[in-house]
């Protein structure tokens, strides 16, 4: 069974620039996760989809990051512009349904300069 | 022996001792909990998980202890082996509203010296 597949693995860019992941989760999976996770921290749970439909975006700073699963499917954030302090790990994960084990992609480490 | 450093709580043990690592969840409503491990430069890989109406769930090697009185987890490991290098998480899983929405811990360090 495939992993989670995630791209980029790592990008550098510099402040006020834009920068967009792309994460496709394993095949069935109804539930998608986006995290951050900041060296030294657990992961932060950014946004949770429930097929195409936000189950969580609470924790999601809305004035400069987004997320889609247009299709149900594959899904990206976007983040626009950075900022230094978006320096991190962001990290997708899915599962079959709601709260239930997570399967995590390898990451995209993300550097702001 | 344990430390707190600046960022994560570290764990150091001999190869072959049994290591024992502990989580405080926060939310005592909270149904169902998840052991990850994180190795450097890769995502978190489940573990074990253990229902609230258990204390106590065993797989190969690690054991999951749950006692809800004092909303603490722990994870043992036995014959700890350098494999077993890597960072690891406690999750929780509230049932807010039946979103289920699961929550990470800190993370604990583990060191394991051959």
């Known amino acids: 069974e495939a992993g989670v597949a995630q791209s980029p693995r790592y990008k550098i860019i510099e402040k006020r620039q834009s920068v967009a992941f792309w994460c496709n989760p394993i095949?069935?999976?109804?539930?998608l996760y986006w995290y951050q996770q900041i060296l030294g921290q657990g992961p932060k749970l950014l946004i949770q989809?429930?097929?195409?439909?936000?189950?969580?975006d609470s924790q999601l700073p809305k004035d400069r990051f987004s997320a889609e699963r247009l299709k149900g499917v594959d899904s990206t954030l976007k983040i626009q512009p950075a900022k230094l302090e978006d320096s991190a790990v962001y990290l997708c994960?899915?599962?079959?349904?709601?709260?239930?084990?997570?399967?995590f992609g390898a990451g995209t480490r993300l550097s702001v300069l | 022996g344990e430390s707190v450093g600046l960022h994560l709580p570290t764990l150091s043990v001999q190869e072959g001792d049994n290591s024992i690592i502990n989580c405080a969840y926060s939310n005592s409503a909270s149904d169902y909990f998840i052991w990850y491990k994180q190795e450097s430069g890769k995502g978190p890989q489940f573990i074990i998980d253990?229902?609230?109406?258990?204390d106590k769930r065993q797989g190969q090697r690690v054991t999951v202890l749950l006692n809800k009185t004092v909303k603490h987890l722990s994870l043992q490991i036995a014959a700890t082996q350098p494999g077993d290098s890597a960072v690891y998480f406690c999750a929780e899983r509230p049932p807010a509203g039946g979103s289920y929405i699961p929550t990470f811990g800190r993370g604990t360090s583990l060191i394991v010296h051959p």
């Open positions: 994960a899915s599962s079959l349904e709601p709260g239930n084990i997570q399967y």
């Open positions: 989809f429930q097929n195409n439909g936000v189950v969580d």
């Open positions: 095949s069935g999976h109804a539930t």
């Open positions: 253990i229902r609230s109406n258990m």
